[in-house]
């Protein structure tokens, strides 16, 4: 049997792959250690579990919620804004609750898309931004993921060759999975080229809390005038340890803003109110519990270079995000990345990410989560050690290892 239209439009889900490998050595007695899916391990902080405990025992907040966002919480939202970034956004018409960034950013290119209607995307890319769009039946475009002048020179040529002219340019900074970092001298000409192009800006900053520098990544609302065509998409997922909570927002043009809630006002009646009241508390409530977040994926990051490098394989540092982005070492190279991250499992009991899956241009890389404490990262790294010192002779007959440069 044929699938249906829209699934026929993705191609095969590449982590599943190397998820069911996991699975198997897993059930084989491997002890696996997972530095693939971004699912942030630390505990959510003790006063916002309190707050959900506290709000759940009210029966009146068991039944349905406000598919937007309660008030309480995009106001919450709003004073974030305005402390963080200096950004003064109405709550009533600005902000909006999502099932998470992931879930606002599909149901806005489902607000906004048209069939055939032409995106920019930057590749490599978090899955969503591309096949969110792909799935409301868009074309795709692709641009340079690292905030350079490269990108302009890519968006100058997508909107002389692309028919019909582009509605969208997709940001992720700090980005996920490259952990490349823009600042406001980039988002200044970002906007302005939206602006003199009549394009949107959709950006994802859903790591702007996980910086390993003194300085905080910004928002591309910071520029002023840039909410005449942005909208931000944030999450509390790895600010506030929340990933299985689901708790985004989308805030900005009042425009787009109110396309996102129609949408969703037929899809969905919000997060449960309980989560709803207790994110609400974690963004209103002390800023301690992310600085300590902050100082431990700081840590893993030190630990996962310095133990990696010294096992053979040089990790670049991240400079935010909670993960690295890995160059393949030249001798596996040729083999890309999905087969790479076989062979980690395989060959090193580690799980990681493979680039392919973030788009084409990312397959000489892997994504490398800063999930696992610092024991686990370092005795990741022993594996991968033993691994690179054998594989001359394990694996003669699955690559010519030895014919690297």
Same mark, same amino acid.
């Given at each position: 049997?044929?699938?249906?239209?829209?699934?026929?439009?993705?191609?095969?889900?590449?982590?599943?792959?190397?998820?069911?490998?996991?699975?198997?050595?897993?059930?084989?007695?491997?002890?696996?250690?997972?530095?693939?899916?971004?699912?942030?391990?630390?505990?959510?902080?003790?006063?916002?579990?309190?707050?959900?405990?506290?709000?759940?025992?009210?029966?009146?907040?068991?039944?349905?919620?406000?598919?937007?966002?309660?008030?309480?919480?995009?106001?919450?939202?709003?004073?974030?804004?305005?402390?963080?970034?200096?950004?003064?956004?109405?709550?009533?018409?600005?902000?909006?609750?999502?099932?998470?960034?992931?879930?606002?950013?599909?149901?806005?290119?489902?607000?906004?898309?048209?069939?055939?209607?032409?995106?920019?995307?930057?590749?490599?890319?978090?899955?969503?931004?591309?096949?969110?769009?792909?799935?409301?039946?868009?074309?795709?475009?692709?641009i340079p993921s690292e905030p350079t002048p490269e990108v302009f020179s890519a968006l100058e040529r997508a909107i002389i060759h692309s028919v019909p002219k582009p509605i969208a340019l997709i940001l992720c900074y700090p980005a996920n999975p490259t952990a490349?970092?823009?600042?406001?001298?980039?988002?200044?000409?970002?906007?302005?080229?939206?602006?003199?192009?009549?394009?949107?800006?959709?950006?994802?900053?859903?790591?702007?809390?996980?910086?390993?520098?003194?300085?905080?990544?910004?928002?591309?609302?910071?520029?002023?005038?840039?909410?005449?065509?942005?909208?931000?998409?944030?999450?509390?997922?790895?600010?506030?340890?929340?990933?299985?909570?689901?708790?985004?927002?989308?805030?900005?043009?009042?425009?787009?803003?109110?396309?996102?809630?129609?949408?969703?006002?037929?899809?969905?009646?919000?997060?449960?109110?309980?989560?709803?009241?207790?994110? =609400?508390?974690?963004?209103?409530? /002390?800023?301690?519990?992310?600085? @300590?977040?902050? +100082?431990? %994926?700081?840590?893993?990051?030190? #630990?996962?270079?310095?133990?990696?490098?010294?096992?053979?394989?040089?990790?670049?540092?991240?400079?935010?995000?909670?993960?690295?982005?890995?160059?393949?070492?030249?001798?596996?190279?040729?083999?890309?990345?999905?087969?790479?991250?076989?062979?980690?499992?395989?060959? =090193?009991?580690?799980?990681?990410? /493979?680039?392919?899956?973030?788009? @084409?241009?990312? +397959?000489? %890389?892997?994504?490398?989560?800063? #999930?696992?404490n610092e024991q686990r990262i370092r005795q990741a790294a022993r594996g991968i050690r033993r691994f690179l010192e054998t594989a001359d002779e394990t694996l003669h007959n699955v690559v010519p290892v030895r014919a690297s440069r």
């Amino acid at each position: 049997m044929e699938d249906f239209y829209k699934t026929r439009r993705l191609p095969p889900y590449v982590f599943e792959q190397v998820n069911r490998l996991k699975a198997k050595a897993r059930a084989a007695g491997a002890d696996i250690i997972d530095l693939g899916m971004g699912n942030p391990d630390l505990p959510t902080p003790r006063h916002i579990v309190e707050k959900l405990v506290e709000t759940v025992q009210n029966p009146r907040t068991h039944r349905y919620s406000a598919s937007k966002g309660i008030p309480g919480l995009r106001k919450a939202q709003a004073g974030y804004y305005a402390r963080r970034f200096g950004v003064k956004l109405n709550p009533d018409t600005q902000v909006v609750a999502t099932l998470g960034s992931k879930e606002g950013f599909a149901n806005m290119a489902q607000a906004i898309t048209a069939p055939g209607d032409v995106v920019l995307v930057p590749n490599p890319s978090y899955p969503i931004h591309a096949f969110g769009f792909l799935m409301a039946g868009a074309a795709l475009r692709s641009i340079p993921s690292e905030p350079t002048p490269e990108v302009f020179s890519a968006l100058e040529r997508a909107i002389i060759h692309s028919v019909p002219k582009p509605i969208a340019l997709i940001l992720c900074y700090p980005a996920n999975p490259t952990a490349y970092v823009a600042d406001l001298d980039f988002y200044r000409d970002v906007v302005a080229f939206a602006k003199k192009h009549e394009i949107f800006i959709l950006s994802d900053l859903a790591y702007s809390e996980i910086y390993f520098n003194d300085t905080p990544p910004p928002s591309v609302l910071q520029v002023p005038g840039a909410i005449d065509v942005t909208v931000e998409f944030t999450s509390l997922s790895k600010t506030f340890s929340m990933p299985g909570w689901r708790m985004g927002f989308a805030v900005g043009n009042e425009r787009l803003i109110a396309a996102l809630a129609r949408v969703k006002s037929y899809l969905d009646y919000g997060a449960f109110t309980p989560i709803q009241v207790a994110a =609400a508390a974690a963004l209103n409530g /002390p800023d301690d519990c992310i600085a @300590e977040t902050r +100082d431990i %994926y700081r840590k893993r990051r030190d #630990v996962l270079v310095e133990s990696f490098t010294r096992a053979g394989w040089p990790i670049p540092a991240p400079e935010a995000s909670m993960f690295a982005w890995a160059p393949i070492p030249e001798k596996f190279r040729s083999l890309g990345s999905l087969e790479f991250s076989k062979l980690l499992i395989e060959k =090193a009991d580690v799980a990681v990410s /493979p680039g392919i899956g973030f788009g @084409e241009y990312g +397959d000489d %890389y892997i994504r490398i989560g800063l #999930v696992e404490n610092e024991q686990r990262i370092r005795q990741a790294a022993r594996g991968i050690r033993r691994f690179l010192e054998t594989a001359d002779e394990t694996l003669h007959n699955v690559v010519p290892v030895r014919a690297s440069r």
